[in-house]
């Protein structure tokens, strides 16, 4: 890093432009596919039984819904703060603060949990080898993470989205590698499971629609931060052409890799009932089926990949989270400091060092009261979809106004689809708040805190609204 001051500059600018497939990377490394592969779908199978797959394509269809109002929007507004410049552009400037601040709690609540989730898949690593951490010692590689993503993200973009892109990649292959040899394995007749090539498990079967569409919404968690990459779009080479694409992108990767996970997985477990039961009641799908279907050793590699995936994420929603502050402070909101790059990497290094830091704090210091890695990661999970459920609405409702706008260039049919969205974000709050048991009844009021804070900033400065809406329209 530079030993010059960072100095403050209109738009963070990488020595070379981000393309498509750099800023898919960041969407798809927030996404973290191993991670979610390994976790999301065990919660599925305890509800709708053998149609799991079926419950991503529903998952994969909402999150279709929620993208349109993302790739629609970033066609014409190209800006570093993603909900932000969007629902400001067309909402307001006040409405684009609180969805803004509403994002930023998101990844910041995300990146904590990421922090955690890094934990356990290092302590499932250690696992598979045999070696047991003592209570307490997660900790020690959650602030190893910590600080090789803040090593990392103080580095350029461009290099910090490649990293991702390795990652992401290794992982995604060797995820598809496993799902192969289990398909070729049950084909042949050469599986522990007699429930063969089961093809219904695409179909919703016995699973009743209220099950499948309350699955959904954990299924919809797989695709969390779909729209990270939007954060770079002033270090993007053509942001009108690259960012929505890129956005839509991360999306349909994430999907077809999703459902098609899931049913190897499903299959995999069998789909009578003993299987159904080993699905659900597994702690990590991937290593357990990595260990049936191949051996001991692949289990131990998707273990590391997992845990490099896991990582991988942190970097994505920290730099996401830096992106937002770099862009809030720019419009006059919190230190100065957080609007400064640094000359020679052109990063927001002190919004860097804060999103990452205080990331790595939130998570160690569960720590420090008893809660484990995996509380961690559920705890904070919980909290930053709810802030991200009002985000990604705001977006919605950007996209409806804009609709109505002269010259919109958005026929008024493709309305559906922004409120088909709506519908599917409100039913994903209410599932996260109704029928809860402590500490989850918490984090609502927690993240809803978060976000009447953020409302309460912009309606007490109305100076503040005024630079983000002069901002904003300048760059519109």
Same mark, same amino acid.
């Given at each position: 890093?530079?030993?010059?001051?960072?100095?403050?500059? %209109?738009?963070p600018k990488?020595k070379?432009?981000?393309?498509?497939?750099?800023? &898919? $990377? #960041?969407g798809?490394?927030?996404?973290?596919?191993v991670?979610?592969?390994?976790l999301?779908?065990?919660? !599925?199978a305890?509800l709708v039984?053998?149609?799991?797959?079926?419950?991503f394509?529903?998952?994969?269809?909402?999150?279709?819904?929620?993208?349109?109002?993302? !790739?629609?929007?970033?066609?014409?507004?190209?800006?570093?703060g993603?909900?932000?410049?969007?629902?400001g552009?067309?909402?307001? @400037?006040r409405?684009?603060?609180?969805?803004?601040?509403?994002?930023?709690g &998101?990844?910041i609540?995300?990146?904590?949990?990421?922090?955690?989730?890094? $934990?356990?898949?290092f302590?499932?690593?250690?696992? /598979?080898?045999?070696i047991?951490?003592?209570?307490?010692?997660w900790?020690?590689?959650?602030?190893a993470?910590? #600080?090789?993503?803040?090593?990392?993200?103080?580095? /350029?973009s461009?290099?910090?989205?490649?990293?991702?892109?390795?990652?992401? +990649?290794?992982? #995604?292959?060797?995820?598809?590698?496993?799902?192969?040899v289990? #398909?070729?394995?049950?084909?042949?007749?050469?599986?522990?499971?007699?429930?063969g *090539?089961? !093809?219904?498990?695409?179909?919703?079967?016995?699973?009743?629609?209220?099950?499948?569409?309350? $699955?959904a919404v +954990?299924?919809?968690?797989?695709?969390?931060g779909? /729209?990270?990459?939007?954060?770079?779009?002033?270090?993007?080479?053509?942001?009108?052409?690259?960012?929505?694409?890129a !956005?839509?992108?991360?999306?349909?990767?994430?999907?077809l890799v999703y459902?098609?996970?899931?049913?190897a997985?499903?299959i995999?477990f069998?789909?009578?009932?003993a299987?159904?039961?080993?699905?659900?009641?597994?702690s990590?799908?991937?290593?357990?089926l990595?260990?049936?279907?191949?051996?001991?050793?692949?289990?131990?590699?998707?273990?590391i990949? %997992?845990?490099?995936? %896991?990582?991988g994420?942190?970097?994505?929603?920290?730099? $996401?989270?830096?992106?937002l502050?770099?862009?809030l402070?720019r419009?006059? +909101?919190? @230190?100065?400091? +957080?609007?400064?790059?640094?000359?020679?990497?052109?990063?927001?290094?002190?919004?860097?060092?804060?999103?990452?830091g205080?990331?790595t704090?939130?998570?160690?210091?569960?720590?420090?009261f008893?809660?484990?890695s995996?509380?961690a990661?559920?705890?904070? %999970?919980?909290m930053?979809?709810?802030?991200?459920?009002?985000?990604?609405?705001?977006t919605?409702?950007?996209?409806?106004?804009?609709?109505?706008? @002269?010259?919109?260039?958005?026929?008024?049919?493709?309305?559906?689809?922004? *409120?088909?969205?709506?519908?599917?974000?409100?039913?994903?709050?209410?599932?996260?708040?109704?029928?809860? /048991?402590?500490?989850?009844?918490?984090f609502?009021w927690?993240?809803g805190?978060?976000?009447?804070?953020?409302?309460i900033?912009?309606?007490?400065?109305?100076?503040?609204?005024?630079?983000?809406?002069?901002?904003l329209?300048?760059?519109?």
């Open positions: 890093m530079s030993n010059q001051d960072p100095t403050p500059v %209109a738009a990488t070379r432009p981000l393309g498509t497939f750099e800023i &898919t $990377a #960041i798809i490394g927030f996404m973290g596919p991670m979610a592969m390994s999301n779908g065990i919660g !599925v305890a039984g053998k149609s799991v797959p079926f419950t394509l529903v998952a994969f269809v909402g999150t279709l819904l929620v993208a349109y109002g993302f !790739v629609r929007l970033t066609r014409r507004i190209t800006h570093a993603s909900v932000y410049a969007l629902a552009s067309t909402l307001g @400037p409405a684009g603060f609180f969805g803004g601040f509403a994002l930023l &998101t990844y609540f995300f990146a904590a949990c990421i922090v955690g989730a890094c $934990a356990v898949f302590e499932a690593m250690l696992g /598979e080898m045999g047991v951490l003592a209570p307490g010692l900790m020690i590689p959650a602030l993470v910590g #600080i090789a993503a803040l090593v990392l993200n103080l580095r /350029e461009a290099i910090v989205a490649r990293t991702l892109l390795a990652i992401g +990649f290794v992982g #995604i292959a060797a995820m598809l590698v496993l799902a192969v289990i #398909i070729v394995k049950i084909a042949a007749g050469d599986a522990p499971v007699a429930t *090539i089961d !093809v219904s498990t695409l179909m919703p079967g016995d699973a009743p629609i209220t099950a499948i569409m309350t $699955a +954990f299924g919809f968690l797989s695709w969390a779909f /729209e990270s990459g939007t954060s770079l779009a002033e270090e993007s080479s053509d942001p009108k052409r690259v960012v929505p694409r !956005v839509l992108l991360a999306v349909i990767v994430g999907g459902v098609f996970m899931m049913f997985q499903t995999g069998g789909t009578d009932e299987g159904i039961a080993a699905f659900a009641g597994a990590s799908t991937l290593t357990t990595a260990s049936t279907y191949i051996g001991p050793w692949f289990a131990v590699m998707i273990s990949i %997992a845990f490099l995936v %896991a990582f994420a942190l970097l994505s929603s920290s730099t $996401a989270a830096s992106r502050m770099f862009a402070a419009d006059g +909101f919190g @230190p100065k400091a +957080f609007a400064k790059l640094n000359p020679s990497t052109q990063v927001p290094t002190y919004s860097v060092i804060v999103a990452v205080l990331t704090i939130m998570t160690l210091v569960l720590g420090l008893q809660a484990t995996v509380d990661y559920y705890w904070y %999970a919980t930053g979809t709810l802030c991200m459920v009002i985000a990604y609405g705001m919605s409702i950007g996209v409806i106004r804009h609709t109505f706008t @002269p010259n919109s260039g958005i026929a008024k049919w493709e309305l559906i689809f922004p *409120i088909m969205a709506l519908a599917f974000l409100g039913y994903t709050y209410v599932i996260q708040v109704v029928g809860q /048991e402590a500490p989850y009844t918490y609502p927690l993240a805190a978060w976000c009447v804070i953020g409302l900033i912009v309606l007490s400065r109305p100076a503040l609204a005024k630079r983000i809406g002069t901002r329209t300048v760059e519109d």
